[in-house]
């Protein structure tokens, strides 16, 4: 749980210099006093963590709270059962009585399964603009991405797109955002935590295979901290990479060599386990991770499920959402400090 604390300091420099009321973000780097003039561009660029705004224009609107949970979506509706919509619904356990909507950020996808299913899930922006046609003032915006790359940063332009439509709205952080930095919490380890519950029984000869997306976002280095971060509590063997970043499979090949490893398993540490993983990851083509390890004398086991298949990590998708919705309700807990001073 964190403690999310309102920087005075920040708000009211803000207000004395710029003559406007401003709620800065529930976790965010506090402002120097020295520094006098507080620029709009100065407050966002000190925003992190949990988001959220306050329309002093809506102070006297009644209260009629939401929750989005945006996701990148799948087209393999197993999958979305078992992983997305189990997460959604875990959340909506969560707040009994709340009104709760999926949206996906991917476009292509709500289309296939519109076209395929006859679903039609919404857009961030469909989804908010909805809500408030239907009255709704005051909104949690909830983030199933894995790290804080391409599609957490959509979900964060959608909230400062749209937080001035309503009277309240805050932006949760994603699976991975702290990495215990500055006395922050480290959400790599919870993360660690979690997914090894999942991680199969190894020998000396075996090995095991993260395989993660990838980003040209330079959130792209979270997989290099997990990485770090499984070495230093001691995992043998155990290696990130990506489909569409750094390190790629090429880069671990050789680490395997190295240890005289036999036996590879592969693991996506993705939400779902969809095109990825059943084709780039275990599919039968030659360029198929499967296939390549073949190659190369491996023999290769599949482990085809997506992140929320997992209770530990959909437990931590709860707390996330229940960080955006304690900010929403204005709720602070005790039990940790995410204040640092910029200079």
């Known amino acids: 749980m964190k403690n999310w604390k309102k920087l005075l300091v920040a708000s009211l420099a803000c207000s004395a210099v710029l003559g406007f009321s401003y709620s800065p973000a529930e976790a965010s780097y506090e402002l120097n006093p020295e520094v006098k003039t507080v620029t709009p561009a100065l407050m966002e660029a000190s925003e992190i963590g949990v988001l959220k705004y306050e329309n002093p224009q809506m102070a006297n609107y009644t209260n009629k709270d939401a929750i989005v949970v945006t996701s990148f979506g799948t087209t ?12 959604v619904d875990a959340i909506k356990a969560a707040h009994p009585g709340v009104k709760v909507v999926t949206a996906f950020t991917s476009h292509i996808i709500i289309d296939r399964i519109a076209k395929n299913e006859g679903k039609k899930y919404p857009t961030p922006e469909e989804a908010l603009m909805q809500l408030k046609a239907d009255g709704y003032s005051r909104v949690a915006l909830v983030s199933l991405d894995v790290i804080p790359g391409m599609e957490y940063s959509y979900v964060k332009a959608v909230f400062h797109e749209y937080k001035e439509q309503f009277k309240t709205m805050t932006c949760g952080t994603s699976l991975m955002y702290w990495q215990g930095q500055e006395e922050q919490p480290d959400d790599v380890i919870d993360f660690i935590q979690a997914v090894s519950s999942q991680f199969p029984k190894m020998g000396k000869d075996d090995a095991l295979l993260l395989m ?3 980003t040209p976002h ?7 901290v997990i990485q770090a971060k499984l070495d230093a509590l001691g995992y043998k063997n155990v290696y990130v990479y990506t489909v569409e970043g750094w390190p790629s499979l090429e880069d671990v090949i050789p680490k395997l060599k190295a240890n005289k490893v036999k036996n590879v398993t592969l693991m996506p540490i993705m939400m779902v386990a969809g095109d990825h993983a059943h084709n780039d990851m275990a599919g039968k083509d030659a360029d198929s991770h499967k296939s390549i390890l073949e190659g190369e004398g491996y023999k290769v086991n599949a482990y085809l499920h997506g992140l929320g298949e997992n209770k530990m990590i959909r437990d931590v998708y709860v707390e996330r959402a229940n960080d955006a919705w304690d900010a929403l309700q204005g709720k602070k807990d005790a039990d940790a400090d995410h204040i640092k001073m910029m200079k």
């Open 76 to 87: 393999f509706k197993e999958t979305r059962e078992k992983t997305i919509e189990a997460t």
């Open 212 to 214: 993660a997306h990838g």
């Open 218 to 224: 330079v959130s792209n280095a979270y997989y290099a």
